[in-house]
């Protein structure tokens, strides 16, 4: 039985990161332990800092974790040392936790009981005792194909291989369904593969549920627009259900701030996949960060990957602007509000890799050189309201204060806009709503019979763990659309 004071023996320990001053030079992930044995010493003891509550708001309700994971539990068989059965009450829930582990910002940790007072010492470590249970599987060789039984004889389309497009795959193939995933790049992944840098999640964690997958009997495609290559009739013809995880990776622009058409100012998601298709052998990127004066403009998690990936690539210097004030800096800070996490600055292991964070500032213009090139950017202190009841934002001007800084680089990282133009949704009849996303009904099919979506394409650009418990969701769905009923789990509903 979990120990209900171990919070009060144990401080929270966050994983071990490799030092700055290596890991800038490399684009290896920031968190190592000394080795297995050191990792899973040092998770057992955090794993016992768990109280096993009655009511453990890290599992699910609105703070908890969307994929209803069985956090209370598999921290008991951490602490324990059970580390098989651990692997198989958290891949009960997760198909990729390793995925979850590594990149969710993790709101279990932000619903986990031991947040409410800094007195508690901060939440459990889910995340690491997540991508621990994960990294302890593999290397136990306990992550093995799970191939169905039964044939269906149905055949499914997944059109897009980012983590809903895979979630949603895996779990079909599992079900006796013929998946075929179509990926336009040419690699699978989506943003794992090219807009998630290799710093934050190796790529080899992709590519080994991708040989799992395989081995299980999901068929991939790469290199295929399905709309243009694959036509809507041979797509009707040839599948009894579509599932769209297309993913929403319209970048929002700056269409308003004088200078925007100088050269040198890009939005960030160019930026991210050219880094990482270098890291994947693909030659130097023409958005290149070597010896410039960066500025990202955004103060999301696109803009610190920005951040670290204009670091690695020998940035001269690296600031990023945020519109917000900043906010308290610790949990004893008297701003902090109750309850205090997550509401204190988000840092990343990036910001402590050199470089600027400034708050409170928005650009005024961006400043050229005769050649029509950035080279610097006049800020203004600003101050953000939001109406209560429309939700619109606005921004107004503090003081006159201009201060100009240099950039070589623009990096724009200031959110989606929604699911790009394409022709597969004209051809199928369906239009975005004003969110740019895709509507769909209470079984997860869209306007077009037999067409399920899922994902940021749905959702809007989200977490990894919305992606990955809508793709099990529309699984759910996609599954009793073809045979009238489905032992899937479906851990969350459309919005
Ligand atoms: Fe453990 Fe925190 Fe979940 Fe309670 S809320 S069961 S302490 S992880």
Aim: charged share 25%; proline share 6%.
């Amino acid at each position: 039985m979990a120990d209900p004071t171990g919070f009060m023996k144990f401080e929270r320990e966050e994983p071990k990161k490799r030092p700055r001053e290596e890991r800038v030079h490399d684009w290896r992930e920031v968190y190592a332990e000394a080795s297995p044995e050191a990792r899973n010493k040092k998770v057992r003891v955090q794993a016992t800092r768990c109280m096993d509550c009655g009511i453990p708001f890290c599992h699910s309700g609105s703070s908890g974790c969307p994929l209803g994971n069985l956090i209370p539990e598999w921290n008991d068989l951490v602490r324990q040392g059970h580390w098989a059965a651990a692997s198989d009450r958290l891949h009960a829930t997760n198909n990729f936790p390793e995925f979850t582990g590594k990149l969710c910002p993790a709101p279990c940790e932000a619903g986990c009981v031991l947040s409410i007072s800094p007195a508690s010492g901060g939440p459990v470590t889910i995340k690491q005792i997540e991508a621990t249970i994960a990294e302890q599987s593999w290397e136990m060789g306990i992550v093995e194909a799970q191939v169905a039984e039964v044939s269906s004889g149905q055949r499914v389309a997944v059109v897009g291989s980012g983590p809903a497009g895979l979630a949603a795959a895996q779990q079909l193939t599992r079900a006796g369904h013929e998946v075929t995933v179509y990926e336009r790049d040419d690699r699978l992944g989506g943003l794992l593969r090219y807009g998630i840098p290799e710093f934050k999640m190796e790529k080899k964690h992709l590519d080994r549920r991708l040989a799992q997958l395989r081995k299980e009997g999901a068929r991939f495609v790469t290199g295929c627009e399905v709309g243009v290559d694959l036509t809507v009739e041979q797509l009707r013809a040839e599948y009894d259900a579509v599932v769209l995880a297309v993913g929403a990776l319209r970048g929002r622009d700056d269409t308003v701030t004088p200078g925007r058409e100088l050269a040198g100012i890009h939005l960030a998601m160019e930026h991210l996949v050219q880094a990482n298709r270098q890291c994947e052998g693909d030659g130097p990127p023409e958005i290149d960060a070597n010896g410039k004066h960066v500025v990202v403009i955004g103060g999301g998690d696109t803009g610190a990957d920005c951040y670290g990936t204009a670091s690695r690539q020998g940035a001269l210097s690296v600031t990023q602007l945020d519109q917000y004030p900043m906010p308290p800096t610790t949990r004893d800070d008297d701003r902090s509000p109750w309850p205090t996490w997550p509401y204190i600055l988000r840092t990343y292991p990036a910001h402590d890799e050199g470089g600027e964070r400034l708050f409170g500032v928005a650009v005024k213009r961006f400043v050229g050189d005769d050649e029509g090139h950035v080279r610097a950017i006049e800020l203004q202190h600003v101050r953000v309201t939001r109406d209560r009841e429309t939700g619109v934002r606005t921004v107004e001007p503090v003081g006159d204060e201009i201060e100009t800084i240099p950039a070589d680089l623009v990096l724009l990282a200031i959110g989606f806009e929604g699911v790009e133009r394409m022709r597969l949704l004209d051809d199928l009849g369906l239009s975005l709503t004003q969110r740019g996303a895709l509507s769909c009904g209470a079984d997860w099919q869209t306007e077009a019979p037999g067409v399920f979506v899922c994902g940021d394409a749905h959702r809007g650009a989200s977490l990894v763990v919305w992606a990955i418990a809508e793709g099990r969701s529309v699984a759910h769905a996609v599954d009793t659309y073809l045979t009238g009923s489905s032992d899937l789990p479906a851990p969350v509903h459309p919005t």
